[in-house]
């Protein structure tokens, strides 16, 4: 019987055009930003204390799918968010959140795996923090990775996840690439890796 092959697997990005809406960092019910904005990217469920609402800093054509604010955190329309629960629900935190002036249902898809899997040699180009760098809580993660491969062997049975040491990559498989392909989701753009 032949090796099956791994899944295939994308970086799901935001498709960034002119004319497009620009969500900023999240507000407590209170209006005020956040405290820890990262907490939502770290590839772990997020803490939560209370409705998070995204204001839009630039107005423009709304997307289904989106990230926001400085941390990128990925914000997709409800429908979006139906995928990723029928596809990856051991993978994602899904957040229902308010979009400023949006009377749209809008989730915030918060990956809760951290996979260890990016290919240094097969990548174009990835550069880790080093002692010399003086930046010690930092040392060994990515500074900076271009053309990224993963080892595709490492990923197990997570569909969707953060790549340690780059958190700001968001890598799904195949199948959910075809699936929001499928549902012509706006905003969304996709890399194999």
């Known amino acids: 019987?032949?090796?099956?092959?791994?899944?295939?697997?994308?970086?799901?990005?935001?498709?960034?055009?002119?004319?497009?809406?620009?969500?900023?960092?999240?507000?407590?019910?209170?209006?005020?930003?956040?405290?820890?904005?990262?907490?939502?990217?770290?590839?772990?469920?997020?803490?939560?204390?209370?409705?998070?609402?995204?204001?839009?800093?630039?107005?423009?054509?709304?997307?289904?799918?989106?990230?926001?604010?400085?941390?990128?955190?990925?914000?997709?329309?409800?429908?979006?968010?139906?995928?990723?629960?029928?596809?990856?629900?051991?993978?994602v935190q899904l957040v229902p959140v308010g979009v400023q002036g949006c009377p749209d249902q809008y989730v915030m898809l918060v990956v809760t795996k951290l996979v260890r899997c990016i290919d240094d040699k097969a990548s174009r180009e990835s550069l880790v923090w080093k002692p010399e760098d003086e930046r010690p809580e930092k040392l060994g993660q990515y500074r900076s990775v271009a053309g990224m491969r993963i080892d595709r062997t490492k990923a197990g049975a997570a569909r969707v996840f953060r790549t340690w040491g780059w958190e700001i990559a968001v890598i799904i498989s195949e199948d959910i690439k075809v699936a929001l392909e499928r549902a012509k989701v706006t905003g969304a753009k996709f890399e194999e890796v």
């Open 1 to 91: 019987m032949p090796k099956q092959e791994p899944n295939r697997y994308f970086s799901l990005k935001e498709n960034v055009q002119a004319g497009n809406w620009y969500l900023g960092d999240p507000q407590d019910e209170a209006g005020a930003e956040v405290e820890d904005i990262w907490e939502f990217t770290r590839g772990r469920p997020g803490r939560l204390a209370g409705r998070l609402t995204f204001p839009v800093d630039e107005p423009g054509k709304r997307l289904d799918y989106t990230t926001a604010g400085v941390a990128m955190i990925p914000i997709v329309h409800v429908r979006v968010a139906n995928i990723f629960a029928e596809l990856a629900p051991d993978d």
